[in-house]
């Protein structure tokens, strides 16, 4: 710290020659400054690692900065009089914003979010509804939300079909065939890590066939015809920069 606070001093003054009281003061700017950076930081960490849990996701700065605000604010009254925000903090506050009106769409788009990374889908207006309640008498969060639904996947075959065909028909562009089927059935990933599995074998040596197929469908679902050699390749160059898989690659044509 006393190095990066006398380069940042060398280059504030451009030049040593200043009396040792002026650069004494400005160290102490500095060091100030250099607190509530690192004050910043360590909020913003603690935000990001309880939306997470909460609600699926990281915020970013602005957002941060009105959640700040409603924690200071007397409806909430929930930040420290140093300003600090540790976990326990953010997780409290995010989980009493998402049970209030105010939290109404972001409470929406977390049950969303759970929903789609367990089955693939959006809930049913009824899932929606009971899900909804329990966040507002807070019950549940996103996290809790995905590991009861996962569960749920996970005791009724036919919505581990459901979940396998939704992920195929993204991932590959087609129902799962039997061995799919048989791979699958008996695990117990949910639609996001078998999307995840599916594009990790796709490009890989074992799935470079299959690669070629999922490249025709995605060109065929653009432009509704059979790709040449050279357009095949080109397509196989762009799906492979961002490792895209069926779906990706048939809306990036």
Request: with cysteine; aromatic share 10%.
């Amino acid at each position: 710290m006393t190095h990066l606070r006398s380069a940042l001093i060398a280059l504030a003054l451009g030049t040593s020659a200043f009396p040792g009281t002026a650069c004494a003061q400005l160290g102490g700017t500095i060091d100030k400054r250099l607190e509530a950076i690192a004050s910043t930081e360590r909020v913003q960490a603690a935000l990001n690692s309880a939306a997470v849990v909460v609600l699926g996701r990281q915020t970013d700065t602005n957002e941060a900065y009105a959640w700040l605000v409603l924690m200071n604010s007397p409806a909430y009254a929930m930040l420290q009089q140093s300003g600090e925000v540790n976990y326990l903090d953010a997780f409290k506050f995010l989980k009493a914003f998402i049970a209030r009106p105010e939290g109404a769409g972001t409470r929406a788009q977390l049950i969303e979010k759970a929903y789609r990374e367990v089955y693939g889908i959006a809930p049913s207006p009824v899932a929606q509804a009971t899900w909804d309640a329990d966040v507002r008498n807070g019950k549940a969060w996103f996290v809790t939300i995905v590991t009861k639904e996962t569960a749920n996947l996970n005791a009724s075959p036919p919505a581990r079909a459901a979940m396998l065909t939704t992920a195929y028909q993204y991932s590959h562009g087609r129902p799962p065939v039997q061995g799919d089927l048989d791979f699958w059935m008996k695990k117990s990933e949910r639609y996001d890590q078998v999307v995840k599995a599916e594009r990790t074998w796709l490009y890989t040596a074992g799935g470079a066939a299959e690669l070629v197929v999922v490249a025709r469908r995605a060109w065929k679902a653009a432009y509704n015809t059979t790709p040449s050699d050279e357009a095949l390749k080109a397509v196989l160059v762009k799906a492979t920069s961002g490792k895209m898989v069926y779906a990706e690659l048939a809306k990036a044509l």
